[in-house]
């Protein structure tokens, strides 16, 4: 987890990020995570590790050109930890993120800090987007998948979120090849939200690869 998050407020000028980040390089900051929104003004969000000195940092990123506010706060990590992500139709969805959240509430009083994210989505090239997508998600952890059928493009996203991003997948039990490309498959929509914040808390003995193939 980084150590802690910025908030820039600037002006939307070109060359922002480069000054910014190049001052923290300078006194030895790592950057982890970059956010930038633009409307009328630039908001910049920054998580930063390994610098020892975060308000003298904070000092001159405020003399920055156009800069307006600078802001040291808690990272996004600290706050909302790691992330289940659910994708799927309405009904399974529903019951997965049910299965999740109660779990999730069980760790985080033991003080971990796990946050289940999900939205309900249709269709084999929609979700399969969204399947490769999770990999650009800060925090995301694990996936659900949850559904009726799924195959074609999703299964070839699942192998890639995966193989190449090293991000865990479980499925529900459904028709299609998706089950067959998961690292774990479960009937029980509620229990499958609840191995999958099992599989990520710290403050639990359980390891979904150790089940890897079978199916619940």
């Known amino acids: 987890m980084a ?3 910025v908030r820039i407020v600037s002006d939307d000028r070109l060359g922002l990020l480069r000054d910014v980040s190049g001052l923290v390089a300078q006194h030895g900051g ?5 956010q930038l929104s633009s409307a009328h003004r630039a908001q910049l969000y920054l998580e930063i590790d390994s610098l020892e000195e975060a308000a003298g940092v904070a000092d001159e990123l405020r003399a920055v050109g156009g800069v307006e506010s600078v802001e040291i706060t808690e990272s996004a990590g600290a706050i909302f930890g790691k992330r289940v992500i659910v994708l799927g139709g309405g009904a399974q969805v529903a019951q997965v993120v049910a299965g999740a959240v109660s779990e999730a509430d069980r760790h985080n009083i033991r003080g971990e800090r796990i946050s289940v994210d999900t939205i309900p989505l249709i269709g084999e090239t929609v979700i ?21 059928l799924m195959g074609g493009k999703i299964t070839a996203s699942v192998r890639e979120l995966r193989t190449r991003y090293g991000i865990p997948v479980v499925s529900l039990n459904m028709a299609g090849s998706v089950p067959d490309a998961a690292d774990l498959v479960v009937s ?18 359980f390891d979904l690869f150790r089940l890897k193939g079978r199916r619940l």
């Not at 790592?30 to 970059?34: A, L």
């Not at 987007?129 to 990999?135: G, N, P």
């Not at 229990?191 to 990520?200: T, Y």
């Open 188 to 205: 029980d929509p509620v229990q499958a939200g609840v191995m999958a914040v099992m599989h990520i808390a710290e403050t639990a003995k």
């Open 128 to 148: 399969s987007e969204a399947v490769l997508a999770v990999a650009h998600l800060p925090r995301a952890a694990i996936l659900v998948l949850a559904g009726s």
């Open 3 to 5: 150590k802690f998050g």
């Open 30 to 34: 790592n950057i982890v995570t970059i």
